[in-house]
């Protein structure tokens, strides 16, 4: 991933607290990260994705290009309808996740931060003889997300995903004071994360590593769509669902409250009946402190760990629940 040094002018609003990687640029926090939480369950106020990655695709063969490249179904994909694909290696394993809307003139997508250069070299090494542009328009635009449940309106979006979870606004970037200000509160990226978690959705280069793929994760439906086949990894694909079963997979948990620091991403998780010497079985994703369910976490272990086994993530105590089941 690349670095990414744009820092939100959102950063400036009281209280705010700079994130750290890979959410650097934006704020964490505000100030109260269990009421900025509370506020977008309730669907109120937005967070500052601005720091996300912006990529546009123009051109009268953009939709059934993509299609040959993307593991979701986009061919057709109606004006206006919220979809998620991936690019995969030619062994399948995850390189690259898409939020993707297309509004009938101009696909749009929003990607991790620092993914984004590689993300466009990829496509333009694709391009051929097909009519298409892509362009990096992150300077131009930046995401905001709006909760599930909100009733604002934005007259100055350039796009609008709608998804079950809320709406990822692409803004004019020079909008994003005036939005701040009609649109509060803000709520900071470790609320989202929160929510995040608890949604158990998977993101892009915390829940994957270099050899995940999709059926680990989850993604199968929601980014990989099995009827479709021509695309980068599709045979990985279809020999692990007809075939096989991967070798890990997602997991949600509750940590012991009781421990003042979460575990952090990458923390080797064991089964608690082996103690600390234990054998690893997996690691730590995302962890996260919910305003209602308290310490949670996304992890990915072994596929073959009983779903009754109580673990241990660094001396803390964790129950699973089932997200991708065995």
Not at 59 to 79: C, F, K, Y
Not at 107 to 120: K, N, S
Not at 315 to 321: C, D, H, P, V, Y
Request: with cysteine; hydrophobic share 40%.
């Amino acid at each position: 991933m690349q670095p990414h040094h744009r820092a939100s002018p959102l950063l400036a609003l009281p209280g705010a607290v700079a994130g750290e990687a890979p959410d650097e640029g934006v704020a964490a926090h505000y100030g109260d990260l269990f009421r900025e939480q509370r506020a977008l369950a309730d669907g109120i106020g937005f967070a500052d994705l601005s720091h996300r990655g912006v990529v546009t695709v123009t051109g009268d063969d953009r939709l059934s290009w993509l299609h040959l490249l993307l593991t979701q179904h986009v061919s057709e994909l109606p004006a206006g309808r919220a979809t998620e694909a991936l690019i995969l290696s030619p062994h399948g394993h995850i390189e690259h996740a898409l939020y993707i809307v297309d509004d009938g003139e101009t696909t749009w997508a929003h990607v991790e931060p620092g993914t984004g250069g590689d993300l466009i070299a990829y496509l333009e090494s694709m391009k051929f003889f097909y009519r298409v542009e892509v362009k990096d328009a992150t300077d131009d635009y930046a995401i905001v997300h709006l909760p599930a449940g909100s009733i604002a309106e934005i007259p100055e979006a350039a796009a609008v995903r709608e998804t079950p979870h809320g709406r990822d606004v692409f803004l004019p970037r020079a909008r994003l004071e005036s939005f701040a200000e009609t649109h509060g509160p803000a709520a900071g990226t470790l609320a989202v994360e929160a929510l995040r978690v608890e949604a158990h959705q998977p993101r892009l280069g915390l829940e994957t590593d270099h050899r995940t793929i999709p059926h680990e994760l989850g993604w199968i439906g929601s980014a990989v769509h099995l009827e479709k086949g021509c695309y980068r990894g599709q045979e990985t694909v279809a020999r692990v669902h007809n075939l096989g079963k991967p070798p890990r997979r997602l997991v949600f948990l509750h940590l012991d409250g009781s421990e003042v620091e979460l575990p952090g991403h990458g923390t080797p998780i064991r089964l608690a009946a082996d103690g600390e010497d234990g054998r690893q079985l997996g690691f730590i994703t995302t962890s996260a402190r919910h305003h209602e369910l308290g310490p949670i976490a996304l992890a990915l272990v072994k596929r073959n760990i009983p779903l009754d086994a109580a673990l241990l993530a660094d001396g803390t105590a964790a129950s699973q629940e089932v997200v991708v089941e065995p």
